[in-house]
């Protein structure tokens, strides 16, 4: 089993940018699709983006496609979520979440149960 804990969130200004991380210790990082997801107080946790074990393959929501890069360092156990162009929109806490299951197209990889692992957020606040 891995766990995950998020950094890098804070507060910033529309426009501006910040770089997430989700660290990883436990099993053999490599083993594991991973992904960002999203949460606004009274709503549903949304799907941001996911990357496969190798990083070959990544995905994004419509939302943050063309702002937003996933990537991961597996040597470094280390995910990050690269958020430019921030929105007030995107507010949220930000969570890291982790599955042995392999990637298997976008429908897929943004559907929250599959993934068994997760960390416990870091909230990311723009103001306008």
């Known amino acids: 089993q891995v766990s995950l804990v998020e950094s890098g969130g804070g507060l910033v200004q529309a426009g501006d940018s910040l770089r997430l991380s989700c660290a990883a210790s436990?099993?053999?990082?490599?083993?594991?699709?991973v992904a960002w997801f999203r949460q606004v107080s009274g709503e549903e946790r949304e799907f941001v983006a996911a990357?496969?074990?190798?990083?070959?393959?990544?995905y994004y929501s419509d939302s943050v496609e063309g702002r937003f890069s996933i990537s991961r360092d597996n040597a470094e156990n280390t995910v990050y979520l690269q958020m430019n162009s921030l929105k007030p929109e995107d507010t949220a806490v930000y969570y890291c979440?982790?599955?042995?299951?392999?990637?298997?197209?976008?429908?897929?990889?943004?559907?929250?149960?599959?993934?068994?692992?997760w960390g416990q957020g870091t909230r990311v606040t723009v103001s306008s």
């Open positions: 436990g099993r053999a990082f490599d083993d594991y699709t």
């Open positions: 979440a982790a599955t042995l299951r392999g990637d298997y197209g976008l429908v897929d990889v943004q559907r929250r149960d599959p993934y068994d692992t």
């Open positions: 990357i496969s074990r190798s990083g070959i393959r990544t």
